[in-house]
Structure formats: C-alpha cells, structure tokens
C-alpha cells in the first residue's frame, strides 16, 4: 500500500510578526522587507522549488487591544499591525511562479458577496486556477467597531450570515454563466451570448443581491475553499462547503479528535471522507545535526517575546490575559472570539494559567514545535500524519526566510527518500492538484447545486440560502 502523501502550505501574513513573535529582531529575518514585492516574489520562487503545494495567506480586520486593553505591545512588537492587504500580493507571485498555489483570507463580514466573487474570479484568471479563499467570519471586535459596529455578530449568527454568503457566492461563481457563454466570435460581433449569462436574484435574510456575476468563467469557477473552526458550528459549517481545514491542536489524540469530526462533518453533508484535506499549523526548527538544531532552537529563544504571543492569544479568546496573577487559574468568559479557544483554555478543570501560557508560548507562539535533525523532523512528521489521519501542514516561518530555505533544503529530500513528498507538480489546477478530480467542484459540494439552475436563475424571483 502507498504511503500517503504530506501536503504542505506555508503560513504567512503580509506583516512583520505573524506566529512566533519576537523573532522580527533576529539579525537575520527580513519580515521588515514585507512592503516590497521583491519579498514576496522572492519567498513565492523559494516554496515552489521546495514544491509547496500553496502559500497561506492569514488576514485580520482590527487590531490586537484586549491585552492590557490597548495596543502598546502590539505595536512595539508588531502583533500583527501593521498588516497590509494580502490579495494584492498574488498577482506578483504568480507571475513568477507556474504551480505555487495562494491560500487568501478574505473575512466576509466585511466584503460583500457581489464584489468578492469578482475579486476571487480575477485571480483565478490570472492565476491560472491557483487562487483558494480561506473563509473567515472574523474574531475582533476592534474590527467590528472599526466598521461601524458596537461589536462583532454573535458566534452562532456569524455562520448563519457565512452560509448564505456562500449561498450567493455558489449562485455568481457557478450559476451566472454557462460554461459555453463566451464565444469571442469576431466576424459575428459576439464576445459572451446574451441568452447564457443569467441574473442573480438573491433575497435573504443578510443580502439582497440582483445582478449578473462581472467576471466570465475561471479555471477554477470556485475557488478552493479553505475553513478553520473547531467549535460545533464551524465543524459543521466545514462539513457542507471546506475543501480544506486549517486546524491547530497539541497532541496526537486531540488532533486526531478533531481530524475525524471534519471528516464526519463532509459525511453528514453527503461528501466523502476524504473530500476535506485537513492541515495543522506548525513549527519546525532543523539543522543538520540534531545538536546544532538544539543551538539554534536557543539562538531563537533569545530574540522570541513570550509575553507577545500572550497578547496575540488574549485577542484570540477575548480574554485580558494582563489582569491575571501568574498562577491563578485562567477563569471561563462567554466571549464572541475563537469558541473553541476559549473552551479549550479556561476553566477551574483547564489547568491553565499565565505563567503556564507564558511557558507555552516561550518561542512567541503556542504552536507545536519540533527540532531535530532532517530524520528526527521527517520521523515527527510521519507520525502526526499516521496517527491522526492529517493531510498536511501548514508551516510558520520564525526567522525569514530561513526558517523555509533550511526546510526545503534539509527535510524535504528526507520526505521524498521515503516516499512521503512529491518529487514533481502534477498539472492543472489548486484543486486538481490536490484532489485529482478535476478543476471545478465535486458533484456532491454543496455549490454545485447552483450548476443546473442557470435557466431558472433569470426566471425565479427569490431565492434563499442552501
């Protein structure tokens, strides 16, 4: 039997500190460079010859304030903030790469359906079907007063809005245009046949959409999609429209936990298992020797701030982890940031307090972290993927671009030794490359249900969310 394939992303956000914070200071990143296209075009040319499957692109909408209820860490150590926009980005990258596909946040709570499906369709133009959305319905309430809220929707509300935002989405994406509208016909003066393109006319209880989609079809028509959630809403929110999952975790078993409620949420959706490809974030730290791993593991350790992944995870559960004593217990809140977070971290059973997360967090981060020699990484690797069913990984960079280059260069050739990573790109598409089924969605994906009501589009005068 084949072994199974590691898939690979590398995480990164069009900002200084992203994951492992601190590590900006070290003498040899060059996050500071973030504002130049040569940084990113760069970085894209470096993952595609170690054969990343895509680059993930995080994204946030507000501000890092609830530590210490403001953003002076955040700012002094760059949280974050500044954070530039991500979409912008990959035009660039593309044109200097031709497999390397663009994992893009966009948070729907913030953009409207209509101009997003345009955005998305262009980048797949130009991308070649490259182009994946990570849908988010954001955590910040710095973002939502931001934009004109007192706060953020509630938790549950979010995903209500997100199903019907991908409801109107399917229907522009999927069902706007058949596949044989354009003809670009010269002699005939016929570009797209007036009778195949067909109006949209969304009426629901968050949008209200009339309008033919801007953009002709792509490569793709839908984007890959990409989710992370774990709370019940958002496993279920996976099962019915992710292609792929980011999620995080610390153990075997709590990773192999969450790896089977994905893979029960497409079932109960009328998927497949495997019509979700689950990746975990990570760090991964490696030298030639594991001595030298061990070395540079605490070169690192001195440019980290342990307390500024502290003020990152304080946003990420809406908690203001400053107010604590250092060995008091980390108490339960009812909060409108990450559900599953807060669950997992508070509590008088949890065990957690702010010197543990302190400890937790020593290299800027509270990712899992291997260090090693390529054998001990590739060893490390191998078993989270056999005993948690993991697809993949998604890769932090803690010194950049150093953290990736010693990757590509000392790991991967490990993986391909034994069979777990690729040795070449297969051709086509994001989706084509890592589902083999072709460039569009699956039959049983939920968008495709907009496929065959391209007729009944133009004629229905309401139509609701999936």
């Given at each position: 039997m084949a072994k199974k394939q590691i898939r690979l992303n590398a995480f990164n956000m069009n900002c200084v500190g992203h994951i492992n914070h601190g590590l900006w200071t070290h003498p040899r990143d060059t996050s500071t460079q973030y504002k130049t296209l040569s940084y990113w075009t760069e970085l894209a040319k470096l993952l595609e010859?170690?054969?990343?499957?895509?680059?993930?692109?995080?994204?946030?909408?507000?501000?890092?304030?609830?530590?210490?209820?403001?953003?002076e860490l955040t700012a002094r150590e760059s949280i974050q903030l500044p954070v530039n926009d991500p979409l912008l980005l990959v035009s660039a990258m593309a044109s200097h790469t031709t497999h390397l596909g663009f994992g893009v946040t966009a948070n729907l709570t913030y953009e409207h359906?209509?101009?997003?499906?345009?955005?998305?369709?262009?980048?797949?133009?130009?991308?070649?079907?490259?182009?994946?959305?990570?849908?988010?319905?954001?955590?910040?309430?710095?973002?939502?007063?931001?934009?004109?809220?007192?706060?953020?929707?509630?938790?549950?509300?979010?995903?209500?809005?997100?199903?019907e935002y991908l409801s109107v989405l399917y229907q522009l994406w999927e069902g706007s245009w058949e596949d044989d509208a354009v003809i670009a016909d010269r002699l005939g003066r016929v570009y797209a046949r007036p009778d195949k393109v067909h109006k949209v006319r969304h009426h629901g209880a968050f949008y209200d959409v009339e309008g033919y989609h801007l953009s002709e079809p792509s490569s793709q028509r839908t984007p890959l999609l990409y989710q992370a959630g774990s709370s019940e809403r958002g496993v279920n929110f996976a099962g019915q429209h992710a292609e792929c999952v980011f999620i995080g975790g610390q153990d075997i078993q709590a990773v192999r936990h969450q790896v089977d409620r994905t893979r029960a949420?497409?079932?109960?959706?009328?998927?497949?298992?495997?019509?979700?490809?689950?990746?975990?974030?990570?760090?991964?730290?490696?030298?030639?020797?594991?001595?030298?791993?061990?070395?540079?593991?605490?070169?690192?350790?001195?440019y980290a701030n342990p307390e500024a992944g502290l003020a990152h995870f304080s946003s990420?559960?809406?908690?203001?982890?400053?107010?604590?004593?250092?060995?008091?217990?980390?108490?339960?809140?009812?909060?409108?940031?990450?559900?599953?977070?807060?669950?997992?971290?508070?509590?008088?059973?949890s065990g957690w307090t702010k010197r543990r997360l302190l400890e937790q967090h020593a290299l800027g981060s509270r990712y899992p972290l291997i260090v090693g020699s390529p054998s001990q990484v590739a060893d490390a690797l191998?078993?989270?993927?056999?005993?948690?069913g993991l697809d993949g990984f998604n890769l932090t960079r803690i010194v950049t671009p150093e953290s990736y280059t010693d990757f590509i260069d000392l790991v991967i050739p490990e993986l391909q030794t034994r069979g777990r990573y690729k040795t070449a790109y297969e051709p086509g598409t994001l989706r084509e490359k890592l589902f083999a089924q072709g460039a569009r969605l699956p039959p049983d994906h939920a968008g495709t249900h907009w496929r065959n009501l391209t007729h009944q589009a133009s004629q229905t005068p309401r139509q609701t969310a999936i």
């Open positions: 010859r170690g054969l990343f499957d895509g680059l993930f692109l995080a994204d946030i909408v507000g501000v890092y304030d609830v530590y210490g209820g403001g953003i359906p209509y101009l997003l499906a345009r955005r998305f369709s262009t980048l797949d133009h130009l991308t070649g079907g490259r182009i994946g959305w990570n849908i988010v319905t954001g955590y910040l309430d710095s973002a939502a007063r931001a934009m004109g809220l007192t706060a953020q929707h509630e938790h549950d509300r979010r995903y209500d809005q997100a199903d949420s497409a079932v109960a959706a009328g998927r497949t298992p495997d019509a979700i490809k689950v990746f975990m974030g990570l760090s991964v730290i490696v030298a030639p020797t594991e001595a030298e791993a061990r070395e540079k593991h605490a070169d690192y350790l001195r990420s559960t809406g908690i203001d982890f400053a107010g604590y004593g250092l060995d008091e217990p980390i108490r339960y809140q009812k909060t409108n940031a990450i559900e599953s977070v807060v669950k997992a971290f508070t509590g008088k059973d191998e078993q989270w993927v056999d005993e948690t």
